[in-house]
């Protein structure tokens, strides 16, 4: 028996939404390559295009009940989808990888999950056979998306080494095409100051010897599921 996915009509419009945000928006080529196209956070027309959104102006999406709607200005550009439990979030942030990518030109993606069996799910299928086949089916086989998982880290004898997860994402260029990378990590992970902040023997981008300066220099869009059961201060 094969699994078969079928795009729902909600996924559809999750992703209509969170897409249209950038439309029209300008975008700065002139990052390094190894690092997402640029773009201003604080863009008019991402504002008008949110509010766009949230008026229902958008073809298909219905408008956001006023109550619900909410702004916080801090130098980050935070969307905040919320989707049912079972309603298909891997799906719709895998494909969202996809659709930037084939939109606007994004190919570097943090996926930010609050525990080891979500990321050993998310693992799953992302690698699954039938995901591949589905976003094969969708997007064509020239497209790729290159999954890292960064994982707890042994201690080594010896020069101290960068995790090659982090390596090989922060490494990987946009110039390779259809090529998308992703690098999935738990947020104590992410917080881990033995691995993240150490200063190893080893640079990526030329000069990040430290996995946080490695990350940040990759100016990557941050994909955090379940975002309600992480703490706040963090």
């Given amino acids: 028996m094969q699994i078969r996915l079928q795009a729902l009509e909600h996924q559809q419009r999750a992703l ?3 897409t249209r945000v950038f ?8 990052t390094p390559l190894e690092a997402n196209v640029g773009f201003d956070p604080a ?17 298909g999406i219905a408008a956001i009940p006023k109550p619900w709607r909410g702004r916080v200005d801090d130098g980050v550009l935070g969307i905040d989808a919320k989707m049912e439990t079972g309603t298909g979030k891997t799906l719709v942030y895998t494909q969202l990888m996809y659709e930037l990518n084939r939109l606007y030109g994004f190919t570097k993606f943090i996926v930010l999950v609050p525990s080891t069996p979500i990321k050993e799910g998310a ?3 992302i690698q699954s056979d039938y995901a591949r086949r589905y976003f094969d089916d969708a997007y064509g086989q020239q497209m790729d998306l290159r ?9 080594s004898k010896g020069r101290k080494m960068m995790p090659k997860s982090i390596v090989n ?21 992410l917080l881990s100051q033995r691995t993240m902040a150490t200063d190893y023997d080893q640079t990526v981008m030329g ?23 992480f703490r706040r201060d963090n």
């Fill in 123 to 125: 693992k799953a299928f």
């Fill in 147 to 155: 999954l890292d998982v960064l994982d707890a880290q042994k201690r």
């Fill in 16 to 18: 209509t939404a969170l």
């Fill in 207 to 229: 000069t990040a010897s430290v996995p946080y300066e490695a990350l940040r220099a990759t100016r990557p869009i941050v994909i955090i599921d379940e975002a309600h059961r």
């Fill in 23 to 30: 439309d029209g928006v300008e975008f700065d080529t002139n």
């Fill in 43 to 59: 863009d008019p027309q991402i504002r008008e295009n949110i509010l766009a959104i949230q008026s229902g102006v958008a073809d």
């Fill in 169 to 189: 994402f922060a490494q990987s260029s946009r110039l390779a095409p259809g090529r998308i990378s992703a690098l999935l990590m738990t947020d104590k992970m």
